[in-house]
């Protein structure tokens, strides 16, 4: 039989171990765990005729419609499992740690592997993801007009060994009507969860973290709300006041590379909050590649969103460079006095 481990145990098991994921290709694709690689025992049509069959005829006969669904593939599990553990141990799990992955455990351990399944499933895991998210944690939130290039500053602090999440990159999105551009498709909120969560997870509780200040969504990926409530309530906050005319700079470096309709439809995104004579005037200037006075308008609505968005906050130190330098400004935070 199988050993079943806790959603915890599991997780560090994985660590060293592969996981196989053997629920369907639309149930895999929404959000898994990560890492984990799909073998699915049904397909998404086979996932959805066994369980109109549990409904309308009852168990016995959905178990064996799955069974003759299931049968002519098992040759085929046991070489797919081959490639993803040679050496043969893996970690098995479905929904709920049911018969899906309990029949894959049987037939991997009759083929001679050692097998670990997940004790409920991968709902159990999403629960312990979850509830990870309300562990207090030392945060310091670095914060920011648009454009003072504070994920470059993550980066920096990362490199001089500091702990350090960035939000955006786990969720492809820059967090502005922009963000998406030249950015992979973003996974969903439970992916984006997940993957939060296999970096949480890994952080040394007693040295902080930094995050970028951010609203509750980054495109269309949610915060998890115990953690962006810890995010509210920093150990402190840092503000990197960098002039207008820098930023400006660094979203013409950023953006101007990119196809114009893409920027024109991000703009259109934020015509109501710019206005239509502002709107109309950022159109006519990205339609002449005037690149800076486009930036230089849509940050005249940005700033102000993030000035009320400042007043909010208790601010524990306020840096101004003078120079766009994330390394020389990530060396002066280090410097900053613990507020």
Excluded at 266 to 292: F, N, P, S
Aim: proline residues 5%; aromatic residues 8%.
């Amino acid at each position: 039989m199988a050993t079943a481990l806790s959603p915890a145990d599991f997780l560090q098991a994985s660590q060293r171990l592969p996981i196989i994921d053997v629920r369907s290709p639309g149930e895999y694709s929404h959000a898994h765990i990560p890492g984990a690689i799909n073998i699915p025992l049904f397909s998404n049509d086979e996932r959805v005729k066994v369980g109109t069959c549990y409904k309308q005829q009852g168990r016995d006969a959905a178990v064996r419609l799955g069974l003759e669904m299931v049968g002519p593939k098992l040759a085929l599990f046991v070489k797919k499992a081959d490639l993803v553990a040679p050496q043969r141990e893996v970690l098995v799990h479905c929904w709920r740690g049911g018969m899906r992955s309990g029949s894959f455990a049987w037939l991997l351990r009759t083929a001679g592997f050692r097998v670990s399944t997940l004790e409920g499933g991968y709902k159990a895991y999403r629960n312990h993801v979850l509830e990870s998210f309300q562990h207090p944690q030392n945060m310091s939130i670095l914060g920011g007009p648009t454009g003072s290039g504070k994920t470059d500053i993550l980066r920096a602090l990362a490199e001089m060994g500091e702990q350090v999440i960035d939000l955006e990159a786990i969720a492809h999105h820059k967090g502005s009507a922009y963000g998406a551009i030249g950015q992979a498709p973003q996974p969903s909120s439970e992916q984006f969860e997940n993957l939060l969560h296999q970096q949480w997870r890994l952080l040394n509780p007693h040295q902080r973290v930094w995050l970028e200040s951010e609203s509750r969504h980054i495109g269309g990926c949610f915060i998890p709300l115990a953690f962006w409530q810890q995010m509210q309530q920093p150990t402190e906050f840092v503000f990197v006041d960098l002039p207008k005319d820098l930023r400006i700079q660094r979203l013409v470096r950023e953006y101007a590379c990119y196809d114009h309709t893409l920027l024109q439809a991000a703009t259109e995104r934020i015509k109501k909050r710019l206005g239509g004579q502002h709107y109309k005037a950022a159109i006519e200037a990205l339609q002449r590649h005037d690149y800076a006075t486009v930036a230089d308008i849509s940050l005249n609505y940005y700033d102000k969103a993030y000035l009320y968005e400042l007043s909010q906050r208790t601010i524990s130190h306020h840096l101004h460079p003078t120079d766009d330098n994330p390394t020389a400004t990530a060396q002066a935070i280090l410097q900053l006095k613990a507020y």
